[in-house]
């Protein structure tokens, strides 16, 4: 039989010791359940927090390039569809010098609609504007001019830790159809010789006039040259409209990646940190119970004391 002491009664000294670390087990597993997180802090786990709060950086950064995607396919998007409108409008000035070409035609009225035409390719250009910036219309005399456009495709971290940004470039030196400087110019106000070639002499697209030709041969030579002109400026464009096409593509296809690439490091975050929620409730069921029968140890142990009156009596 073990001493009876009124100074330290030691199995209820044993079931508080055994309650505390009960009610302890018990907050901890509350905590996992209300937060939906096995290691919420780096108290936790801190090789695992560590990881994981680096993955939440880094999937926020997925996000931003993911809206850089968007934003340059938005971009793209109304580039290619102002080209496809203006092959559509120069393949009709083409049609009008084709009927130009037959003989007795009255060339003004055909220059009328031709001049409407060359007006429509200019509000085109102008109008394929998307977030400040036109890839149709250009000055590249001004300050700051870039023709090389980069979007902001890819956030990667080597395994020493190193982040960079990936980017895809564009080339829009061979998208623009007007450029206002004096030492360049883009498809349609380029000067064209008599095969339709880009030259230092000649007449643009946007500037040809057939009003004043007649039926001499000097002046359907000049037909035809614009004729070839009209076509070659069709070629060039429909050229600039497949690279849009196939950079858009590229954009649709990094996007998805990025999406699939975000979803995977969540799952990955998920595996490290989050608490399986049936694992804790049915601890907690446990430990409930634990509760109760350390608090009636402790109970029973605290009467045993007063059984220590009655060696008085």
Same mark, same amino acid.
């Given at each position: 039989m073990g001493m009876s002491s009124i100074n330290t009664n030691y199995a209820a000294v044993t079931?508080?010791?055994?309650l505390?670390?009960?009610s302890k087990e018990m907050l901890s597993t509350q905590n996992r359940i209300s937060t939906g997180l096995r290691v919420a802090t780096a108290?936790?786990?801190a090789a695992y927090w560590s990881i994981a709060t680096t993955m939440r950086s880094d999937n926020k950064a997925l996000s931003t390039v993911q809206d850089a995607l968007g934003l340059g396919k938005a971009t793209i998007n109304v580039a290619y569809t102002a080209m496809n409108s203006s092959i559509d409008v120069t393949s009709e000035i083409k049609a009008k010098l084709v009927a130009a070409r037959e003989p007795g035609v009255d060339r003004t009225k055909i220059q009328t609609e031709i001049k409407e035409l060359q007006n429509q390719l200019k509000s085109i250009a102008d109008s394929a504007t998307f977030s400040g910036q036109n890839w149709l219309?250009?000055?590249s005399s001004a300050s700051g001019y870039n023709a090389t456009k980069t979007i902001v495709s890819s956030f990667t971290r080597s395994a020493a830790g190193t982040v960079s940004v990936g980017t895809i470039s564009i080339d829009t030196s061979v998208t623009k159809l007007y450029d206002s400087s004096s030492a360049a110019n883009g498809i349609l106000d380029a000067s064209r010789d008599s095969t339709g070639a880009v030259a230092t002499t000649g007449t643009a697209l946007s500037s040809m006039d057939i009003s004043a030709l007649t039926d001499s041969t000097t002046d359907l030579?000049? !037909?035809?040259g614009y004729i070839k002109a009209a076509d070659a400026a069709v070629k060039e464009m429909t050229a600039s409209a497949t690279s849009l096409g196939s950079q858009k593509q590229r954009i649709n296809m990094q996007s998805d990646f990025v999406s699939a690439l975000k979803s995977a490091i969540t799952e990955g975050i998920a595996q490290l940190v989050d608490a399986d929620m049936n694992e804790e409730s049915t601890r907690l069921q446990a430990l409930q119970v634990k509760q109760q029968l350390g608090v009636q140890a402790l109970?029973?142990?605290n009467q045993s004391s007063q059984n220590i009156l009655? !060696?008085?009596r």
């Open positions: 079931a508080l010791q055994n505390q670390i009960t108290e936790d786990n219309s250009v000055d030579t000049t !037909l035809d109970s029973i142990a009655s !060696l008085f």
